[in-house]
């Protein structure tokens, strides 16, 4: 297998302008483990920071648009949806996010950086009822962020 990011000269963006744009899409899905009386908090939207999933939704579209900004290889591209959706379980929220383009190159690092802020939003927003009384996070924890799915072409 062949580096493509790296030559004699050094680190290098990988050329994609001689590829034809084709249809791209990428989901990737992460969990956030929380107690249970705080995924009931946040389904009953009774968290006192406000509305925990769409400052989640929020946080990840404005993460997919800025992946090229916080990872030095990725391309910016085109993108053309965004999708973040939740899924509860009886002690966690795991997330999933879809993006699109149409472009010479994927979207699985857009997807991956989504999920990803995502998750952390979500621990950003109940930090307070999660901690213990040392102020500690004994049963919160992010895991499995993968990726689930990727397209290109029809």
Known sequence: MKLTHVDERGV???EV???P?????AIAKGRIRLRAETVRLIREG?????????AAQIAAILAVKKTPEL???CHP??????????????DYI???CEVRAH???GVEMEALTGVTVALLTIWDMVKAVEKDEHGQYPFTRIENIRVVEKMKGE
């Not at 744009?21 to 899409?25: A, E, G, L």
């Not at 009774?46 to 769409?54: C, D, F, H, R, T």
Request: aromatic share 6%; charged share 30%; proline share 5%.
């Open 77 to 90: 591209i085109p993108l053309t949806g965004i999708d973040v959706t939740f899924e509860f379980g009886e």
């Open 46 to 54: 009774k968290v006192e920071k406000g509305n925990v999933l769409a």
């Open 71 to 73: 990872i030095p290889l």
């Open 103 to 105: 472009y010479k190159t």
């Open 21 to 25: 744009d084709v249809i791209r899409k």
């Open 94 to 96: 795991e997330v999933t």
């Open 12 to 14: 290098k963006m990988v």
């Open 17 to 19: 302008g001689h590829k």
